[in-house]
């Protein structure tokens, strides 16, 4: 896939509108976003992605647009993943609900710079270097196997880009508004608003680590990678709002991620073999069988998530009911 220079700066001009037109939006009027309006901004967004996949399709073809379809939806699905991080950042530094849309607004526009800079040295790894499949294939091998096995631990919003801005700045006590600079009594601080935002961009960017080399399983070509990217993360912020506190109903996510990211790392390897002309011809992984196997991962794991949501609850509920006879009597 040949993606010319105007096309590259067509559609990185065309992000950065939609991010304008949504930063003016925040700024004319701080609000609570309500799950109405995100899911609005969220079918917005996922429409936006299909128009762009379809794009795609027009233009380069019928692999291109998987490829990025796949992409998106892995991208997507593991980018949730990074929604209770973003619970915990938000709650420990008591971001005003007035001001949380701003604030993953700018930190994600953040992760995606960030995440260009990954991509744009993945893709130079990949070009030049076969063998780079294998460090990817094996990466993602390891962390769905840590992810299976790993224990619930709390989240730590202080990571070391917080830590490093506290060092070198004075911090306000409060909020001043949604400003990240104040001057007070002739000198400068930084508000929690400006360390709130880096430790939201700091912490997706930890999260790219694996999202990045799975995104390079589906698909070599990195404008595809970039785009998949920015629209994940785009639609990423309203889908916030949208689950809210839900997401800790899908209990079983870090299980299904954990089975794609491991797909994905086979094929990754498979594809290593075949280019060194080591594994045979029927071994083949295609973007039909990687989409419809996310796809069908993905479906099963919300559904069993969701029954086992409400099994919990109903048994929670029948226990209360006990507890209230027994004492009641």
């Known amino acids: 896939m040949d993606v010319p220079v105007w ?15 949504d930063f003016f939006i925040v700024d004319h009027n701080p609000h609570k976003v309500t799950a109405r309006e995100a899911t609005r901004w969220v079918l917005f967004y996922v429409g936006c992605a299909i128009l762009f996949g379809l794009g795609v399709l027009y233009f380069s073809g019928s ?7 796949t992409g998106y939806i892995t991208e997507y699905s593991l980018s949730v993943d990074n929604l209770f991080i973003f619970m915990v950042i938000m709650t420990s530094f008591a971001v005003p609900s007035i ?32 063998w780079v499949f294998f460090v990817f294939g094996a990466f993602l091998i390891w962390t769905a196997v840590g992810m299976v096995r790993k224990k619930d631990e709390d989240a730590n919003p202080e990571n070391f880009a917080v830590r490093f801005v ?26 929690p608003m400006f360390v709130v935002i880096i430790a939201i961009g700091s912490a997706d960017v930890l999260f790219a680590v694996d999202s990045i080399p799975a995104i390079f399983g ?11 990217n920015a629209f994940a993360l785009m639609g990423l912020r309203q889908l916030y709002f949208l689950l809210g506190r839900l997401v800790d109903r899908l209990v079983y996510l870090s299980y299904g991620l954990a089975v794609i990211l491991g797909f994905i ?13 080591a594994a045979p011809g029927w071994l083949d ?45």
Request: no cysteine; hydrophobic share 50%; glycine share 8%.
């Open 7 to 21: 096309v590259w700066l067509a559609t990185i001009g065309g992000l950065i509108v939609l991010f304008a037109v």
């Open 63 to 69: 692999d291109p647009a998987i490829e990025f379809f």
């Open 99 to 130: 001001h949380q849309h701003r604030v993953l607004l700018i930190g994600i526009i953040i992760a995606l710079v960030l995440r260009g800079l990954f991509i744009a040295v993945g893709a130079q790894l990949i070009n030049n270097f076969v």
């Open 166 to 191: 506290r060092k070198l700045f004075p911090v306000t006590e409060d909020f001043h508004g949604h400003h990240s600079f104040v001057r007070m009594r002739g000198k400068r601080y930084i508000t």
């Open 218 to 228: 589906i698909t070599q070509e990195a404008y595809l990678v970039f785009a998949a």
């Open 265 to 277: 790392g086979l094929k990754l390897v498979v594809h290593a073999l075949h280019e060194y002309h």
């Open 285 to 329: 992984i295609n973007n039909w069988v990687s989409l419809g196997v996310i796809v069908g991962v993905l479906g099963v794991t919300t559904v069993l998530s969701l029954r086992k949501s409400r099994a919990d609850e109903a048994a929670a509920e029948r226990d209360g009911s006990e507890d209230d006879q027994v004492s009641s009597t």
